[in-house]
């Protein structure tokens, strides 16, 4: 079965009780038990929901993986991942990454006994950061917000090889465009509120993976802790999903045609966006990827914050907010935003400067959008 037709039929049979051909909202917080123990499969909407259970699923085929798990955001999802490792374990992730992955793995995890390094995104450094207590290489491709590409099956070979598991954040390429599990990757993450949802009106985070064992332990630990989605939330990713490959087709289009535009703008002193065929990211990203997305970063020529802000004052149709993947552009300022938390040397080091923008390209009209850009810059 082909992408377009999983995302609307995978896990979504019409309703045995109704016929009912879209996946119903349950929304009810308990199911009927005939004796102790015996129930139609369902018994508590924390442990599972006919309508999550179906999101799960749908997502799990999407990202050609055997199991998924959904959960309230994204950062919940990553977090379920971490509370499987135990004290004196070492992640190994990516140094260019967003800053809320960022802040959970310094704030929360380093205090509880897990260590933290960073590499930078070649292969060879990562396997020279692999020590003894490593557990998880943690990556994102593209990154964010610089938007470099990752060669995901070089790192899983060399995670192979030191008996390493390699969790990869999908959220930008969305499944559409890139299946990690399928490079070599044992979990997938995604922040279902962006591309999945597709309409900035949800919050939510997914799991996806193949090992048994692995989905046992974080099916234990999302009941356990708790922090699930909703039945309307899950109905609305549903109905995300539906739409999902025709918009990130359009969301490419306009990306596409966007960073061109940059490119040549003589205020605008750098482009990043994997689909550019002078950028560094653009071998692997053709290689691994079947698209190049809808995210586009870039840096003002002589930027400071007030230059960057007299830029989103003046935009009329892009909208300066955090998020990213809905319908509507969206521009965001990573230094002070989605990357706040991060100590300043350290975005620095990265790339993350005071003139860098980032810009989530939605879906309508490129002419208007390359219009508002136009007057603003």
């Not at 999550?52 to 997502?59: G, I, S, V, W």
């Not at 234990?220 to 990130?248: E, H, Y």
């Not at 809905?326 to 300022?333: A, F």
Request: with cysteine; charged share 20%.
């Amino acid at each position: 079965m082909k992408f377009s037709t999983k995302a609307i039929h995978a896990g979504q049979k019409p309703d045995p009780a109704t016929g009912a051909v879209i996946t119903p909202i349950y929304q009810t917080s308990t199911f009927q038990q005939t004796e102790i123990n015996v129930h139609k499969g369902f018994e508590y909407s924390r442990t599972g929901n006919p309508t999550r259970q179906a999101l799960e699923d749908c997502l799990a085929a999407l990202e050609n993986g055997k199991f998924g798990l959904t959960f309230a955001t994204g950062l919940a999802a990553e977090h379920a991942v971490l509370a499987t490792l135990k004290p004196g374990d070492h992640v190994l992730s990516c140094d260019d990454l967003y800053g809320g992955t960022y802040r959970l793995f310094e704030q929360i995890f380093k205090p509880n006994g897990i260590s933290v390094s960073y590499a930078k995104g070649i292969p060879v450094e990562f396997e020279k950061a692999i020590n003894g207590q490593t557990k998880i290489i943690w990556i994102e491709s593209p990154t964010n917000p610089l938007l470099r590409t990752l060669d995901i099956a070089a790192i899983c070979e060399i995670a192979r090889k030191h008996r390493v598991k390699v969790v990869v954040d999908n959220t930008f390429p969305s499944p559409f465009f890139q299946q990690p599990l399928t490079l070599g990757a044992d979990l997938v993450v995604h922040s279902t509120t962006k591309y999945i949802g597709g309409h900035s009106d949800l919050t939510g985070g997914a799991i996806i993976l193949n090992d048994e064992e692995w989905y046992n332990r974080l099916k234990f630990m999302q009941n356990a802790i708790g922090a699930v989605p909703g039945p309307f939330d899950c109905w609305l990713m549903l109905r995300g999903l539906k739409t999902l490959a025709v918009r990130m087709k359009k969301h490419e289009e306009n990306a596409v045609q966007i960073a061109e535009f940059l490119s040549k703008h003589k205020a605008v002193s750098e482009v990043y966006y994997p689909g550019l065929k002078d950028d560094p990211a653009y071998p692997v990203a053709a290689k691994q990827m079947t698209g190049f997305g809808g995210m586009v970063s870039f840096k003002l020529k002589d930027g400071n914050e007030e230059t960057v802000n007299s830029f989103f004052r003046k935009l009329k149709v892009i909208t300066l907010a955090e998020s990213l993947g809905g319908v509507e552009s969206l521009v965001c300022y990573p230094f002070t935003m989605t990357h706040g938390s991060v100590p300043e040397k350290q975005k620095e080091a990265v790339g993350i400067t005071r003139n860098l923008v980032r810009l989530s390209v939605g879906i309508e009209d490129p002419e208007d959008l390359l219009e508002d850009l136009s007057q603003a810059l």
